[in-house]
């Protein structure tokens, strides 16, 4: 276990340069004593690390240091090729870089890593769209992927759900979820998100700018797409589920839905249980709950109740028997 956290203490200070004590702690899962034991055994070994004190301090290898391919394990080097993701690299124009990248990693390893590498690309694949649904190559992807790697602003049209607005942004980084692609650009000193697909028109700007310092993309997006969820369920709504509809929960709604949905644990005589669910609008709610057919009923709030049966009215007349489509 330890010879694999000095494996990985030397590649982060590899690729990364200057790394501190907490952040090698973080990415180990150790303390940060631990740390400090760990690149007092790398220099002892002869490791070229050094420190570098302050509030911006750290620790880093000797320039011209590096680390050889062969330090790998096996199962790493099956892990580089589940990293890549051929639909979203060729979407950004970075298909035949990719696989050229792919095949000077194989090169370099030595022959007993790369049959299992090769094996791994070709037994799996990762589909990122959900089922059902397409990718979205947006028209703007790869002007955007552009500015984000130049650091270039952009002034762009944009359909939001209220209308159509103008912006200059500074943008920061790339997500794709679900198949859609999104973009995190910093306006008037706050990030936000824009999805690509929704810009209408596009023109780089000919100033560059500075990225924020400690700016996290991860990190960012985590938290931003929480935040989303509760800004978009901020009620709450009281039902019942049939023993169908509890099963149906995880299959028709979202994760966060899932987890902050209450489900009692005790059923009724008819095998139904009351469920406190997480809600955003009336309307929005109704797409949700409609899902869930005859195996959903609204107890709370009473808006909700009188909508679900003026909709469930009107489907009824839609499909009576005696109303034939003309």
Not at 238 to 245: A, F, K, V
């Amino acid at each position: 276990m330890r010879a694999s956290r000095l494996l990985s203490i030397l590649a982060s200070l590899d690729v990364r340069g200057l790394v501190s004590a907490t952040e090698l702690a973080n990415e180990c899962e150790v303390s940060v004593r631990t740390i400090y034991r760990d690149i007092e055994a790398l220099s002892a070994a002869g490791i070229p690390v050094y420190s570098e004190r302050g509030s911006d301090g750290g620790y880093r290898m000797l320039d011209g240091y590096r680390m050889q391919l062969n330090a790998l394990s096996p199962q790493e080097a099956d892990a580089l090729f589940m990293v890549g993701l051929s639909g979203p690299a060729s979407d950004l124009g970075l298909g035949a870089v990719m696989v050229a990248a792919q095949n000077k990693i194989l090169s370099a390893m030595p022959a007993h890593l790369r049959a299992g590498a090769e094996q791994m690309r070709a037994r799996f694949h990762l589909d990122a769209p959900a089922w059902f649904a397409r990718a979205e190559q947006p028209e703007y992807l790869q002007a955007v992927a552009a500015a984000v790697w130049e650091q270039r602003a952009l002034r762009i049209r944009y359909q939001s759900w209220k209308g159509e607005k103008f912006r200059e942004v500074e943008p920061l980084g790339l997500v794709m979820k679900g198949g859609n692609w999104y973009l995190a650009a910093q306006i008037g000193g706050t990030v936000r998100t824009y999805r690509i697909s929704r810009i209408l028109e596009l023109t780089p700007l000919d100033y560059r700018f500075e990225r924020p310092i400690g700016f996290d993309l991860a990190g960012y997006w985590r938290d931003a797409t929480v935040r989303m969820e509760a800004d978009m369920h901020r009620n709450t709504t009281e039902i019942r589920l049939s023993p169908t509809g509890v099963k149906m929960l995880e299959m028709v709604s979202s994760p966060f839905t899932v987890e902050a949905t209450r489900i009692e644990d005790q059923p009724d005589a008819n095998g139904w249980r009351r469920a406190s669910m997480p809600m955003g609008s009336i309307r929005q709610a109704c797409v949700e709950l409609l899902k869930f057919g005859i195996d959903v009923e609204v107890l709370e709030p009473p808006e909700l109740r009188a909508k679900m049966a003026e909709i469930s009215g009107a489907m009824n007349s839609m499909y009576a028997v005696d109303n034939p489509v003309e």
